[in-house]
């Protein structure tokens, strides 16, 4: 049956050609058998053999397909895609091969990273055949024999990471196994376009251990950047304090500008030492209070 019918379906063509085939032998019997000619039987058989033998020898691959056609058990051609025909009894087609894109799921449980922590990682593989003679004849399975290839690997690259790599330059892990990956697979004609990591799993113990230690981590950056805040303000004091010892005048004006600033608000009482008054120019001073202040209405 399997001459009959592809992987995926049935090879509608030939099928529908026996079929008018077998119909007109069957025409050609009945006539036969009317008129009593041997020939017309003759024929009759010849046309049921032919019918018979079309969905052998016809086939149909589709756009993303090979057929690996063998020949007395030896390689004889990679057909499709389209319609091909093969000799009944002679050729083969030993197997039919997807080449459009494909996932496979891995999953890695209870593998030790190199801190000896036990994590669970999901990842996909996206693969694809490029090279359908060498995928049908150097393997057996290579759907299989995929997926073992990257739960090795994927365990090998958990073996030789600290946890803290592996959560923190999730890209390059998977570009690590894409190229470990690929270089095993390219020997079976098969191409791997990508390995995405989805998931990194931790016992939760070590999830609140983690959670605290980031905890910890924030509050003493905080702590760094409060402090470095500090010596930077202090600084602009240190600086502000010496232009104001060369400048006399400069503190003068600051003086007043602060004056005036919170005299700007309506009802707003001010109390200034006398000793801060003169070494403003209370002329000036008051001048300025007077014109912060409301007009009577």
Do not use: C
């Not at 046309?47 to 397909?65: K, S």
């Not at 150097?138 to 759907?143: A, G, K, L, S, V």
């Not at 200034?272 to 003169?278: C, F, R, S």
């Amino acid at each position: 049956m399997s001459n009959y019918f592809k992987a995926n379906g049935a090879n509608r063509p030939a099928i529908v050609l026996a079929a008018v085939m077998l119909a007109f032998a069957a025409a050609v019997a009945w006539f036969a058998y009317g008129t009593g000619s041997r020939s017309g039987y003759v024929l009759a058989v010849g046309l049921a053999i032919v019918a018979f033998l079309i969905p052998q020898a016809i086939m149909v691959a589709d756009q993303w397909e090979r057929a690996v056609v063998l020949r007395l058990g030896k390689l004889s051609a990679i057909r499709g895609p389209g319609l091909f025909a093969i000799v009944p009894f002679i050729d083969e087609v030993a197997s039919w091969l997807d080449q459009r894109i494909q996932t496979t799921e891995i999953n890695a449980e209870k593998a030790l990273s190199k801190d000896t922590v036990p994590v669970n990682i999901d990842a996909v593989i996206f693969w694809q055949i490029h090279d359908p003679e060498r995928a049908a004849l150097e393997i057996t399975n290579y759907r299989q024999a995929i997926t073992q290839v990257a739960q090795t690997s994927l365990r090998e690259m958990v073996g030789s990471s600290l946890l803290s790599t592996l959560l923190s330059e999730r890209k390059q892990g998977d570009q690590l196994l894409r190229e470990e990956i690929g270089r095993k697979t390219s020997e079976w004609g098969v191409a791997v376009l990508s390995v995405e990591i989805r998931d990194i799993g931790v016992p939760p113990g070590l999830q609140d251990a983690m959670s605290r230690q980031a905890q910890a981590e924030r509050e003493r950056l905080a702590r760094v950047l409060l402090g470095q805040a500090e010596q930077e303000i202090a600084q602009k004091f240190v600086e502000a304090a010496d232009i104001y010892a060369r400048s006399p005048a400069a503190l003068q004006l600051r003086a007043m500008n602060i004056i005036y600033e919170t005299t700007k608000e309506r009802g707003a009482t001010i109390l200034i030492p006398t000793a801060m008054v003169d070494a403003m120019n209370p002329g000036g001073a008051m001048g300025i209070v007077a014109a912060a202040r409301p007009l009577p209405a």
